[in-house]
Each structure stands twice: as structure tokens, then as C-alpha cells.
């Protein structure tokens, strides 16, 4: 096969789409119950949830990724921190070049309800026959796009997660917000038409700050 | 002038009552409201410039007919509600104990009862929401702005307020002039020999009236109005209009501002669209014209650019689409430049009262 022949098949070969993923029964994932009880037992948070994907490839090589996400609890409020692992493996140093820390940032998490300093962690796991690290030092794990589009995956159903949960939060914030409002205002409001209508007694108000703490479908 | 007096004491005393019943109704139906757990309401005339029309027959601004909600069921209008229902409680206070507040008092007084304003600007704005609905002024609830307008002339005036019923004052005792302050606003006015008053801009100019006796001269009650004349000014040239009779003439600056000044007297302000009794229709505007410039010689500085850009903004003003109003922009416009009161000094401190005054008031009666 001439030069130009060789390309054209290798650029094939990547377009097809039916090839069957990987085997990824030589891989050793930790499984997302573990994970869990791991994140559970260590942060005592708030919320928490862990996935992981099914097995895929990269240049031939078979991979998977598992990420947890956990918020609240005993994690300080001082934003997003990443710990990240590769076959079970921790990885401490040159954060700021792995491909995890790109994919984090590079989400908009105001999408998520996710803002300023959040207590939020997140944990990742790439487990894989070979891990693309970028550097002899095996620190961190080089942006390939299959990789990469699995994080992403990943964390975008995370954080789905997440903001299922933060919603909900923030309304029962939001009800304890208005019943406080409600209780500390509508006393004096009955104070003041006592006081102008020139009534001796006060209104039967206790039924109002009840429905003014109710009231459910209203935005601010 | 028994008469007159009797008059005095006795819209003064149905104001209040007018006054007392309004803030009595509305404490009455959210006393209902409350009682019946149902959220109470109040219903504000919105004060957006698109609510601000000019209403030719009463000749002065008034609001149309859009209104807000502002309902302590929403949850967000929850505090300004209160604060609301803080200030008309307080009001009837005021009306009901004879005492006066002032704008600044009213930010520090809500901190008594746990009803937080962030800032003045705030509680000055449920100040004029206040007014609003009851369509009255803030000093007809007893809360008055800082006072700096004067007043001088033959005027007899007898106090309402506590502690002065009764006494009587004669408002040329004091060659300063008499501050047009709570007292003076709510006092009756008695006897006047004078026939005329002369609304000032300057305190400089108001002086040297008083040391010329033109209260004298021409029989006039004069008015300082400090600037813009303050609301408490524009209510009190209005009463010795309508309660006295007397015609009321203006002497400002002869510039874009000036001519506003004299506007705001004659038929008021946008910004106090939803309140009436604060003009005096019929009052006119003596000058300093644009056309006084050339003929009388005086001398003069030259216009910003935002005086130029004053008129502009005024030729857009339906009250200035006619007559003199017009005319004058028109010419300020040509001139580009502008003269003070006091530019007559050129030609002797008296000029203005020996010459000018009279030559203006006998153009006036054809006016």
C-alpha cells in the first residue's frame, strides 16, 4: 500500500462506529459502592452521588472512569476541590495540567447552582491498561479526547445530580426565609392598622403568617 | 377680615380631618384584611414618567391613571409593605401629638420600631409612595423638609401650632424675613395691607428689597425662595394667592433655570405629579427675560452646556409650546448667554428697584 493508502484506511477506521467496545473485564474499577461508602465515611456530606461509566477506548486501550461528587457536611466551604486516582493509585502533584482539572473548570456551574464557595468535592477514578499520563512522573493524565469526553460525561450527570439537590435545598431555605419574614412583619403590621383604625384590640393575625409562610409558587 | 379668618382656621381644621380620615380608612381595611386572613394591599399610583401627563385644566402635571400593587402577600414587597404601614401609623401620630419630623428624622425614627431603612433615599421614597395614595402632601402629615425660603412683608399671621395658639406675629417685625417653615405653613393668615407678592430667587436680592421698603413702595409681601422654591414655599405662595387675593409675581435669574423656577411656581413639578394645591396658576413671570438682556444692557456670562442642553430639554415641555414661555427659550437659545439678578448693580444697587421693578409690574397688569 502506497503512503496515502495507509492514511485513508487509518482515517476510516477511526470514523467506524461499530466496532465493539473494549474487554474491559482485565480492568479492576473500585464500583460505585464502594465509592460511595468511601465518600460517605470520609466527608460526611450533605449529598453525594458516584457513577460509573461503561468501559471504553482509547488508541486500543480500554478504559473506564468512575467519579463521585459530594457536597456539604464536613467539607469546607472553599470551592471545588478535585482528588484525583488512577488505578486506585492517588495523584498529589501538577493538579492544574490533568485533564480532570479541565474538564472542572471548564463546566459552567452556575448551570448547576453551584456558586462562589461552594463546600463541593469531587472525586475521579481512571482505571485503564495503560493511562496516558502526560509526564515520566505519572502525575497527570494527558487530555485525549475519548478520555476527556468520558469526564465530561461523567460529571455534566453528577452535577445533574447535584442540582436536583441544591434546588430542593434552596427552596426549603427560601420557605424558612418567608415563614421568618412573615413572623417578624406581619405582627407589626397588625400593630400599626390597630393603632390607625383606632381598634382596641389587634387582629386575629396567627392565620396569616401561616399562609404567608405557605405560599409556594412565588419567585423573588 | 373676620371673614377670612374664620375661613383659615376652618380649612385648616378639615385638611387635618381630611387627612386623619384617610389614614383612619386605610388602617381600618388592612385592620379587615388581617382579621379576615387575606393579605393586605395598597394601590400606588405609579409615579413612571409614562403616568405623567400634563393636564391642561387644572395647568399643572398630574398622574394618569396606572397603578401599582404593593401587596405583603408577594413576598419581596413584604418590607416595604410594613415600612408603608410604619409611616402612615407614624403620620397619624405626628397629626394626632402636633409634631413635626423631618425627612431625616422620619430614617431614624423607623429604627425605633425594628422597621429597617437601608438608606434615606429609601424611606424618603415610602415618604412620597405615602403621598401618593392619600393624595396629600408630606407637610399636610407633619413631615417638612430642611426650610430655607423666607418671608417678609405686611402679613398678620396667628399660630395653630401647640404651645403658640393664638399669638399673633406681624412678618415685618424682622428685617431678615421669617423662615416659611412648619408653623408659618400652618399658621392662619389674618391681615395684610399688602396687594402684591414678589417671589425672589436670591437672598442677596431679598435683603436689598427689604432695606429699599419695597414692601412699601409697591405694598408687597416678599418671598424668598432660596432656588427652586421648596414645596412649603410654593403651598404658602399659593395660600396668599387664593386665601388673601393677592397676585403673585416672580423675579429670577435671567436664565433657562430661572425661567423653570418661575415655571415650577406657576404650575409646579413632574416630580410632584401626584399632589395638588402646590401652584399657583395665575402667578407671572416678571423676569429676568432673555429680551430684558439686550434692552435694559445688561451684562452677562456666557451658557454652559448644560444650560443649552436645559433648553432643549424645556422646548420638549408641553408647557412651553406657547406665548412668552416660548418665546423667551427662544431667544436664550440666540443669545447663548445669560445675566443674573444682580447684573442691574451695573447701574446703581437701586437700579433694580427703581427702574426695573416698576417698569416690569406695569408690563405685568397687560400680562
Same mark, same amino acid.
Given at each position: 500500500?502506497?503512503?496515502?493508502?495507509?492514511?485513508?484506511?487509518?482515517?476510516?477506521?477511526?470514523?467506524?462506529?461499530?466496532?465493539?467496545?473494549?474487554?474491559p473485564?482485565?480492568?479492576?474499577p473500585?464500583?460505585?459502592?464502594?465509592?460511595?461508602?468511601?465518600?460517605?465515611?470520609?466527608?460526611?456530606?450533605?449529598?453525594?452521588?458516584?457513577?460509573?461509566?461503561?468501559?471504553?477506548?482509547?488508541?486500543?486501550?480500554?478504559?473506564?472512569?468512575?467519579?463521585?461528587?459530594?457536597?456539604?457536611?464536613?467539607?469546607? %466551604?472553599?470551592? &471545588?476541590?478535585?482528588?484525583?486516582?488512577?488505578? @486506585? /493509585? #492517588?495523584?498529589l502533584?501538577?493538579?492544574?495540567?490533568? !485533564?480532570?482539572?479541565?474538564?472542572?473548570?471548564?463546566?459552567?456551574?452556575?448551570r448547576?447552582?453551584?456558586k462562589?464557595?461552594? %463546600?463541593?468535592? &469531587?472525586?475521579?477514578?481512571?482505571?485503564?491498561? @495503560? /493511562? #496516558?499520563?502526560?509526564?515520566?512522573?505519572?502525575?497527570? !493524565?494527558a487530555?485525549?479526547?475519548?478520555?476527556?469526553?468520558?469526564?465530561?460525561n461523567?460529571?455534566?450527570?453528577?452535577?445533574?445530580?447535584?442540582?436536583v439537590?441544591?434546588?430542593?435545598?434552596?427552596?426549603?431555605?427560601?420557605?424558612?426565609?418567608r415563614?421568618?419574614?412573615?413572623?417578624?412583619?406581619?405582627?407589626?403590621?397588625?400593630?400599626?392598622?390597630?393603632?390607625?383604625s383606632?381598634?382596641?384590640?389587634?387582629?386575629?393575625?396567627?392565620?396569616?403568617?401561616?399562609?404567608?409562610?405557605?405560599?409556594?409558587?412565588?419567585?423573588? | 377680615?373676620?371673614?377670612?379668618?374664620?375661613?383659615?382656621?376652618?380649612?385648616?381644621?378639615?385638611r387635618?380631618?381630611?387627612?386623619?380620615?384617610?389614614l383612619?380608612?386605610?388602617?381600618?381595611?388592612?385592620?379587615?384584611?388581617?382579621?379576615?386572613?387575606?393579605?393586605?394591599?395598597?394601590?400606588?399610583?405609579?409615579?413612571?414618567?409614562?403616568?405623567?401627563?400634563?393636564?391642561?385644566?387644572?395647568?399643572?402635571?398630574?398622574?394618569?391613571?396606572?397603578?401599582a400593587?404593593?401587596?405583603?402577600?408577594?413576598?419581596?414587597q413584604?418590607?416595604?409593605?410594613?415600612?408603608?404601614?410604619?409611616?402612615?401609623?407614624?403620620?397619624?401620630?405626628?397629626?394626632?401629638?402636633?409634631?413635626?419630623?423631618?425627612?431625616?428624622?422620619?430614617?431614624y425614627?423607623?429604627?425605633?420600631?425594628?422597621?429597617?431603612?437601608?438608606?434615606?433615599?429609601?424611606?424618603?421614597?415610602?415618604?412620597v409612595d405615602?403621598?401618593?395614595?392619600?393624595?396629600?402632601?408630606?407637610?399636610?402629615?407633619?413631615?417638612?423638609?430642611?426650610?430655607?425660603?423666607?418671608?417678609?412683608?405686611?402679613?398678620?399671621?396667628?399660630?395653630?401650632?401647640?404651645?403658640?395658639?393664638?399669638k399673633?406675629?406681624?412678618?415685618?417685625?424682622?428685617?431678615?424675613?421669617y423662615?416659611?417653615?412648619?408653623?408659618?405653613?400652618?399658621?392662619?393668615?389674618?391681615?395684610?395691607?399688602?396687594?402684591?407678592?414678589?417671589?425672589?430667587?436670591?437672598?442677596?436680592?431679598?435683603?436689598?428689597?427689604?432695606?429699599?421698603?419695597?414692601?412699601?413702595?409697591?405694598?408687597?409681601?416678599?418671598?424668598?425662595t432660596?432656588?427652586?422654591?421648596?414645596r412649603?414655599?410654593?403651598?404658602?405662595?399659593?395660600?396668599?394667592n387664593?386665601?388673601?387675593?393677592?397676585?403673585?409675581?416672580?423675579?429670577?435669574?435671567?436664565?433657562?433655570?430661572?425661567?423653570h423656577?418661575?415655571?415650577?411656581?406657576?404650575?409646579?413639578?413632574?416630580?410632584?405629579?401626584?399632589?395638588?394645591?402646590?401652584?399657583v396658576?395665575?402667578?407671572?413671570?416678571?423676569?429676568?427675560?432673555?429680551?430684558?438682556?439686550?434692552?435694559?444692557?445688561?451684562?452677562?456670562?456666557?451658557?454652559?452646556?448644560?444650560?443649552i442642553?436645559?433648553?432643549?430639554?424645556?422646548?420638549k415641555?408641553p408647557?412651553?409650546?406657547?406665548?412668552?414661555?416660548?418665546?423667551?427659550?427662544?431667544?436664550?437659545?440666540?443669545?447663548?448667554?445669560?445675566?443674573?439678578?444682580?447684573a442691574?448693580?451695573?447701574?446703581?444697587?437701586?437700579?433694580?428697584?427703581?427702574?426695573?421693578?416698576?417698569?416690569?409690574?406695569?408690563?405685568?397688569?397687560?400680562?
Amino acid at each position: 500500500m502506497t503512503n496515502e493508502e495507509l492514511v485513508k484506511l487509518s482515517d476510516a477506521l477511526q470514523k467506524f462506529e461499530e466496532f465493539l467496545s473494549p474487554d474491559p473485564s482485565c480492568l479492576a474499577p473500585l464500583g460505585e459502592e464502594p465509592l460511595s461508602k468511601g465518600i460517605m465515611k470520609f466527608f460526611n456530606p450533605e449529598f453525594a452521588a458516584v457513577i460509573q461509566r461503561s468501559a471504553s477506548a482509547y488508541s486500543g486501550f480500554p478504559f473506564v472512569v468512575e467519579m463521585g461528587i459530594t457536597y456539604g457536611g464536613d467539607i469546607p %466551604p472553599k470551592g &471545588i476541590q478535585v482528588y484525583r486516582f488512577a488505578n @486506585r /493509585i #492517588p495523584l498529589l502533584y501538577d493538579e492544574g495540567s490533568d !485533564v480532570v482539572l479541565k474538564v472542572v473548570n471548564e463546566l459552567d456551574w452556575t448551570r448547576y447552582k453551584v456558586k462562589g464557595e461552594t %463546600p463541593l468535592v &469531587i472525586v475521579s477514578h481512571i482505571c485503564s491498561t @495503560r /493511562i #496516558p499520563y502526560k509526564t515520566v512522573g505519572k502525575e497527570n !493524565v494527558a487530555d485525549r479526547p475519548e478520555l476527556e469526553r468520558e469526564l465530561k460525561n461523567a460529571l455534566q450527570y453528577l452535577a445533574r445530580k447535584l442540582a436536583v439537590h441544591m434546588s430542593r435545598q434552596g427552596m426549603a431555605d427560601m420557605a424558612k426565609k418567608r415563614a421568618n419574614l412573615y413572623s417578624k412583619y406581619v405582627p407589626l403590621i397588625a400593630q400599626f392598622s390597630t393603632e390607625l383604625s383606632g381598634k382596641k384590640k389587634e387582629p386575629n393575625y396567627t392565620q396569616l403568617i401561616k399562609k404567608g409562610s405557605e405560599i409556594e409558587d412565588q419567585q423573588i | 377680615m373676620k371673614t377670612s379668618k374664620s375661613k383659615a382656621t376652618k380649612t385648616a381644621e378639615l385638611r387635618k380631618e381630611k387627612v386623619l380620615t384617610l389614614l383612619q380608612n386605610h388602617g381600618l381595611i388592612m385592620y379587615n384584611d388581617l382579621d379576615q386572613g387575606k393579605f393586605p394591599q395598597f394601590s400606588i399610583p405609579s409615579r413612571s414618567v409614562s403616568n405623567i401627563v400634563y393636564d391642561k385644566k387644572l395647568r399643572q402635571y398630574i398622574l394618569g391613571n396606572a397603578s401599582a400593587l404593593r401587596s405583603s402577600k408577594n413576598m419581596s414587597q413584604l418590607r416595604s409593605f410594613t415600612q408603608l404601614a410604619w409611616l402612615a401609623f407614624f403620620a397619624n401620630k405626628l397629626i394626632r401629638e402636633g409634631k413635626t419630623s423631618t425627612l431625616r428624622d422620619i430614617y431614624y425614627s423607623s429604627q425605633a420600631f425594628a422597621i429597617d431603612f437601608e438608606d434615606q433615599p429609601e424611606s424618603d421614597n415610602i415618604i412620597v409612595d405615602l403621598e401618593a395614595i392619600l393624595t396629600s402632601a408630606r407637610e399636610e402629615f407633619h413631615i417638612f423638609p430642611e426650610e430655607r425660603s423666607s418671608v417678609f412683608g405686611d402679613l398678620t399671621i396667628e399660630y395653630t401650632v401647640p404651645g403658640y395658639e393664638g399669638k399673633r406675629m406681624n412678618l415685618s417685625d424682622h428685617p431678615d424675613g421669617y423662615l416659611i417653615g412648619p408653623s408659618l405653613s400652618s399658621a392662619e393668615l389674618v391681615d395684610t395691607s399688602a396687594e402684591l407678592v414678589i417671589a425672589i430667587e436670591k437672598g442677596g436680592l431679598f435683603t436689598r428689597f427689604v432695606e429699599e421698603k419695597v414692601h412699601k413702595k409697591f405694598k408687597a409681601i416678599i418671598v424668598d425662595t432660596a432656588g427652586q422654591a421648596p414645596r412649603s414655599t410654593r403651598y404658602f405662595l399659593r395660600r396668599l394667592n387664593g386665601e388673601l387675593g393677592l397676585p403673585v409675581v416672580i423675579l429670577v435669574d435671567g436664565d433657562v433655570y430661572g425661567e423653570h423656577i418661575a415655571m415650577v411656581i406657576k404650575s409646579g413639578s413632574a416630580n410632584a405629579a401626584h399632589l395638588r394645591e402646590l401652584t399657583v396658576p395665575d402667578a407671572k413671570w416678571l423676569g429676568v427675560w432673555a429680551t430684558d438682556i439686550e434692552k435694559y444692557k445688561l451684562p452677562t456670562i456666557p451658557m454652559t452646556e448644560s444650560d443649552i442642553k436645559r433648553i432643549y430639554e424645556l422646548q420638549k415641555d408641553p408647557r412651553y409650546q406657547e406665548g412668552n414661555w416660548k418665546m423667551q427659550l427662544e431667544v436664550f437659545l440666540k443669545l447663548k448667554r445669560k445675566a443674573e439678578l444682580e447684573a442691574f448693580s451695573k447701574y446703581g444697587l437701586t437700579n433694580i428697584t427703581d427702574k426695573y421693578l416698576p417698569e416690569k409690574l406695569e408690563l405685568a397688569k397687560s400680562l
